[in-house]
Structures are given as structure tokens and as C-alpha cells.
């Protein structure tokens, strides 16, 4: 991710550089290459890049020497000519964390270099009941946050167990952030504004903490979603996370798109219905109104466990599948009506942002089953030209989406410059 102050190192490339930069800026095209390409010979390599030969030797050696790509199998260039070993991504040495910070629960993905995962733990929000709140909870901030750094903590011993260097870690929080200085804006969902979260979870690690840096949950989802689109050419797709409200991470172009300040994709908040609910922003008939999570719970008796956020999500999860398989008809119904409801949304932004693909995340990808079929239909049905029609799915990644993607944008760090990862010992 670029924030200002990764633009400004930027733009000091742009200026003529020394031999150390150069090298840095080669190593970079190189690591680069083998992480979107996949694992190839030297002199593919060198042909692929422009590099020469002898510069490609030293650069992998120098990438070999930091544990980020080894010897693999050997590579046949048709029949004729030298068979060459291949160079490929070394999976075994560095490492990224995401960090998801949700109003139902928290989770935590360790990815290599080469994207496996290598750790995934999740605990429910802790929240206190307050009758003041609008729905009886609120989420002080102190033990939210005690329990992230916890999360993060086994994380690290994780990848300390393992042998990882973690190049950094990306926290997701769920609502706009400033890129300066890592704090997130506001939160209406939990019910935060401006709280420092870097430095709060960074004091808390103590020396342990790696760099810590902040991006939405819904634009880190999008960013995971993305490559399995990409192999089937889609690069415009707007990915849609559903939990207690409804955000969305939009792709343009194969590219993120932020906005002016980074607010891009609050979309729980659109008015569909002046005489709908109240939202808990204070308007009517917004859309996470009808989508969001609860709305869901409201149809199960009022001490039906499933309603309950201290349980962990993926136990709700799989209540409420119980209850669907056992005929509970009055969710039944209401996931006809989400379906329609979904619906709404999406056309707006259909409309907007002209996507080649929906992607629905969060808790709506549990329930594919009920919501892609009706919603690529209903989408189909108000299509305006055949050329704009847009392709429904759920994301493969579910409630892991954006841990996962904070996890891999923590590793652009190392693949900007992999002069980071510390060589390993001899
Ligand atoms: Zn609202």
C-alpha cells in the first residue's frame, strides 16, 4: 500500500540514483517478478526482466543470501539447448501478519512469501453490555485492544516457532483511516473516533512489535480477492463484506481505489428507503439497515444463542446453518429477502462502477448457497445492456479475507525492498 509518506520515498526514486539504489531497485523487479510470475530459470528471467545474465546470477544470490528465493526443479526450454534450474519464491524464511478488527471478532493470518498460510487464530470482540448503547454494547477500548495484541503476539511466536522474519503487519480495523498517522478515523460500529491503533497495539507488543501499519478490512478483502479474478482477466470488481454493517473494497482497473482521503467504498450508509429504519447513523433506510448481521439474528427468538457476540463467529455461523438445514422457515424468508435486499445496493453500484464482478464476503459468503443465484439474477434482470453484465460470486476466502490481505500487503514491504530481510546465518 502507498501511503503519502511511502509516496514521497517513491518519488526520491524517481530522481537519478547510486549503485546501492539501483541494486535495491533491481532486486526489487527481480523478487517481484518471481512472486506474480511464479518460478522460472535464470536466463528466462533475464530475458523477461532485461537484466543481463551476470547481473541476474548476482541479484538472485543476493535475494538467496536473505532467504527469499532458493533452487528448484529444473526448468526444460524445449528440446534443444541447456536445461536451467529454476529460481522460485523460498517460502521458509519471511513472513506477513493481517490483523482483522470486527465488531463480532478479531483473527489473525501469518502468510509466507509465497502466500500459504501459516497461522489463522480468531477470539469473539470483547464488549460490555451498556443499556445506554443503541443495541445494549459497547467496545471499551482497552480490552479490544489487549486482545488484538494478544492475537498478534501468537502470531509472532508463530513465525518465531517457524524460523519467519515478519516483514510487518497490517491492522484492519473497520472504518476510514488516516494514512498519516495510523490512526483510525472513526468506527460507528464500535463506536470509535480518532484512536491512535499503531502506536496503541505497538506499545503494548513492547520490542516485539513489528512495523505496524492500518488499511480497511473491505479494500485488504478486496486486495485477497483480487488475484483469483485476475487469473480470468477480471480487473474491475467491487467486493462487498457483510458483518454487523456493509462495506466495500473496490478494485478499478487492477488497481485499489482509495478516494481523495481514503473514504472510498463506506457504502452501509447509502439511503435506499427514507421510510426505512433508523440507522445507527442517525438517518433512515440506509443500506446496512437490511443487510447487516443482525438483521439477520432479529428473526431468532430474542435468547436464541446465536445472537450472541460472545460466541465465536464461526459457531454463529454454523448455528444458523443448522437452523436453515432443520426448515426454520422465518429465516427461510429473511434470506429472500437479503438476497433482494443485497440486491438494492449492488444495483446502485453496478451502476456507478460498471464492475465485471460482485464478490460477497464477510457472513453473506457463508450463505452462497441462498444469496449468489438470486442476486446474479436479479442483477441480470435489470441489466441495462448485455455488454454491463456483472459476474456474481463468494469470495473463496470468507472470514479470513482481510487478515489474509493485510497479511500480503504487509509483505509489498519486503518486496519493495528486500534488502529488509535480515541474511540468514550461515
Ligand atoms: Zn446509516
Known amino acids: 500500500m502507498t501511503s503519502p509518506a511511502e509516496a514521497g520515498r517513491g518519488s ?18 527481480l523478487l ?18 532485461g537484466l543481463s545474465k551476470a547481473a541476474v546470477t548476482s541479484l538472485v544470490n543476493d535475494l538467496a543470501v536473505r532467504g527469499l528465493v532458493q533452487e528448484g526443479k529444473v526448468e526444460r526450454l524445449g528440446a534443444v539447448g541447456r536445461p536451467g534450474t529454476e529460481v522460485r519464491i523460498d517460502p521458509g524464511h519471511v513472513a506477513g501478519i493481517g490483523l482483522e478488527l470486527n465488531v463480532d ?30 443495541d445494549g454494547r459497547s467496545y471499551p477500548l482497552d480490552p479490544v485492544l489487549d486482545r488484538a495484541a494478544e492475537l498478534l503476539q501468537r502470531a509472532l511466536d508463530a513465525a518465531d516457532a517457524e524460523g519467519l522474519w515478519v516483514a510487518g503487519a497490517t491492522i484492519a480495523p473497520p472504518g476510514p483511516i488516516d494514512y498519516d498517522g495510523s490512526r483510525v478515523r472513526f468506527a460507528s460500529n464500535l463506536g470509535w473516533t480518532d484512536v491512535p491503533l499503531a502506536e496503541e497495539l505497538a506499545r ?17 478483502s478486496a486486495l485477497a480477492e483480487a488475484p483469483r479474478l485476475a487469473q ?28 481523495w482521503s481514503g473514504f472510498s467504498g463506506e457504502v452501509g450508509h447509502i439511503g435506499l428507503d427514507p421510510a426505512g429504519e433508523r ?32 460466541l465465536p463467529m464461526t459457531e454463529r455461523l454454523a448455528r444458523l446453518r443448522s437452523l436453515l438445514d432443520a426448515g426454520h422457515a422465518p429465516l427461510h424468508e429473511r ?92
Open 105 to 134: 471478532y478479531l483473527a489473525v493470518s501469518l502468510r509466507d512469501l509465497a502466500g500459504a498460510a501459516r497461522f489463522a487464530d480468531s477470539v469473539p470482540t470483547p464488549y460490555a453490555l451498556e443499556p445506554s448503547a443503541a
Open 279 to 310: 440507522c445507527r447513523c442517525g438517518r433512515r433506510g440506509c443500506w446496512e439497515t437490511m443487510v447487516g448481521f443482525d438483521t439477520v439474528l432479529d428473526v431468532l427468538e430474542a435468547d436464541d444463542p446465536t445472537r450472541s457476540g460472545r
Open 335 to 426: 434470506f429472500e429477502r437479503l438476497a433482494g435486499d443485497l440486491v438494492r445496493g449492488a444495483g446502485v453500484l453496478v451502476d456507478v462502477l460498471n464492475p465485471q464482478a460482485i464478490v460477497l464476503g464477510g457472513y453473506f459468503a457463508s450463505f452462497a448457497d441462498l444469496l449468489v443465484q438470486p442476486v446474479q439474477s436479479a442483477l441480470d434482470a435489470r441489466l441495462l445492456a448485455a455488454d454491463g453484465r456483472v459476474e456474481v460470486s463468494a469470495s473463496a476466502l470468507g472470514l479470513d479475507a482481510a487478515a489474509a490481505g493485510g497479511a500480503a500487503v504487509a509483505l509489498e514491504r519486503v518486496l519493495d525492498d528486500p534488502l529488509l530481510a535480515p541474511e540468514l546465518e550461515a
Open 232 to 259: 480470468r482477466g477480471i480487473t474491475d470488481l467491487v467486493y462487498l463484506t457483510g458483518d454487523k454493517g456493509v462495506g466495500a473494497g473496490i478494485i478499478a482497473g487492477g488497481r485499489l481505489l482509495r478516494g
Open 32 to 49: 517481484r517478478h518471481l512472486h506474480t510470475r511464479g518460478g522460472r530459470s535464470r536466463a528466462t528471467l533475464s530475458q523477461e526482466t
Open 12 to 29: 526520491r526514486r524517481a530522481a537519478p540514483v547510486g549503485h546501492a539504489a539501483m541494486r535495491s531497485a533491481n532486486l526489487s523487479l
Open 204 to 220: 503494548r507488543l513492547g520490542e516485539d512489535s513489528p512495523v505496524l501499519a492500518l488499511e480497511n478490512d473491505a479494500k485488504l
